[in-house]
């Protein structure tokens, strides 16, 4: 099958999940649980309100984690969310974790989608970097369809999409990102996203999951098994600490 072909019949997916997600953003977001010790820190990514992780959030839970989500990030209005320059979202993430740090939280576990891997780790590499005193011990992170060498289409987005400028292959935000990528032990594929290439979601072709039929946002608005399966593969891979 050619590629233009294959990649025509993954398009009534992705506008379903594309769908699924925006009228996720206009909900309000879970109340989890106080966090105890160490919680899961779920981080969305672009044009996503925190509310849309609540759906991979109460699937973990009720797996046995204490779950906490980060915030939304700007710009703050349903599909708008999130679309601010990574940095700057960063920024915003490393506030939170100081938040938690006050409400005696000492070490999270993370999980981040899409663009909310990216987050993680420009914030990890803040830290480390400028030795800022966040007293929350970052211990792993799994991500999910995160677009570790760049946007096919960023270039031509930038103007209108402010995090676009984070996502040209190669660029400096991105090999920043990457130096931290020790934090990773599993990063998410989804075999059949029509966003972000697979083979751009994987820091180096070991630590990877590949996802067999995922679209892009199936990890967090997909159907009630996909969303289950997704939090099965979180918690292995959180649990164990491995990057075998």
Not at 60 to 89: I, K
Not at 187 to 197: K, M, N, R, Y
Not at 204 to 217: A, S
Request: proline share 7%; charged share 20%.
């Amino acid at each position: 099958m050619a590629p233009s072909v294959a990649y025509l019949k993954t398009l009534p997916s992705y506008i379903q999940g594309s769908v699924r997600q925006t009228l996720a953003t206009l909900v309000p977001a879970h109340h989890f649980k106080s966090p105890r010790n160490p919680p899961i820190v779920l981080i969305p990514g672009a044009f996503c309100t925190a509310s849309v992780m609540n759906r991979l959030g109460i699937a973990l839970q009720a797996q046995g984690r204490s779950v906490v989500v980060a915030p939304t990030f700007p710009y703050y209005l349903s599909a708008a969310a999130n679309t601010c320059r990574l940095d700057e979202a960063a920024t915003r993430f490393i506030d939170f974790l100081v938040a938690l740090a006050d409400q005696g939280v000492r070490e999270v576990d993370l999980a981040g989608h899409s663009n909310g891997g990216l987050i993680a780790l420009l914030a990890e590499e803040r830290v480390r970097a400028q030795a800022i005193p966040c007293r929350v011990r970052r211990q792993r992170l799994v991500t999910m369809a995160t677009p570790f060498g760049g946007f096919p289409l960023a270039r031509p987005l930038k103007p209108l999409l402010p995090f676009c400028h984070d996502l040209q292959a190669g660029c400096a935000t991105l090999r920043r990102a990457e130096s931290a990528g020790d934090l990773v032990v599993r990063t998410l594929v989804a075999g059949a996203d029509s966003l972000i290439p697979p083979i751009r979601q994987s820091l180096d072709g070991k630590r990877k999951t590949v996802m067999e039929g995922f679209q892009h946002m199936d990890f967090i608005v997909g159907e009630r098994a996909r969303v289950a399966r997704t939090a099965t593969e979180v918690l292995r891979w959180l649990r164990n600490g491995c990057s075998a």
